[in-house]
């Protein structure tokens, strides 16, 4: 896991998370991401305000986590671990 503060695109097989360190969501989806041996990267909406604004722009003008970034640059709100693994092709 990595920690970044500009919006962008994962590597292939791998997605970008956008969260907050209170949500419960967000952290039971890196650790089923980790125990996958999903790599992930992790940009805290509370410290980057440009990342709230991507995340308030995809989620109809909410700040709802995890929203999680796809290497074909989609997003999905809260996804499953099924789906993550589904829309990576794993």
Not at 9 to 24: K, N, Q
Not at 28 to 51: C, F, M
Not at 57 to 66: M, R, S, Y
Request: proline share 7%; charged share 15%.
């Amino acid at each position: 896991m990595t920690t970044t503060a500009a919006p962008t695109v994962p590597d292939a097989g791998s997605v970008l998370m956008y969260s907050t360190t209170w949500c419960g969501y967000c952290r039971r989806l890196k650790t089923q991401l980790d125990s996958a041996g999903i790599a992930w990267t992790e940009v805290n909406i509370e410290e980057h305000p440009d990342a709230a604004s991507y995340v308030e722009a995809v989620n109809g003008g909410n700040q709802t986590v995890p929203t999680v970034v796809f290497p074909d640059g989609t997003a999905a709100t809260n996804p499953s671990l099924h789906d993550v693994k589904a829309r990576l092709g794993a």
